[in-house]
């Protein structure tokens, strides 16, 4: 429990400090595009302290970009 109040006031401080900067220049897309890698990083790191298996990356764009290659008649050769 104790390293999730550490991860948790480590993503506070940097977003806070970070956040500031981006508001006070008014950079409203930067922002939402930190927000979200923010929170994306700070649930990867959540499930890596809670030992949560997380799907692998290539799977998931294997099944994406799959069919399509075989749409433009690319041949698709995974192992």
Request: a positive charge.
């Amino acid at each position: 429990m104790q390293t999730v109040i550490w991860l948790t006031l480590a993503f506070a401080v940097l977003g806070f400090f970070e956040v500031l900067q981006l508001l006070r220049n008014r950079f409203w897309r930067d922002l939402v595009v930190f927000g979200f890698l923010l929170i994306l990083g700070f649930v990867l790191c959540l499930f890596v302290t809670f030992e949560i298996s997380m799907p692998n990356p290539v799977t998931i764009t294997r099944l994406i970009t799959a069919p399509i290659l075989e749409l433009l008649g690319i041949p698709v050769h995974y192992r």
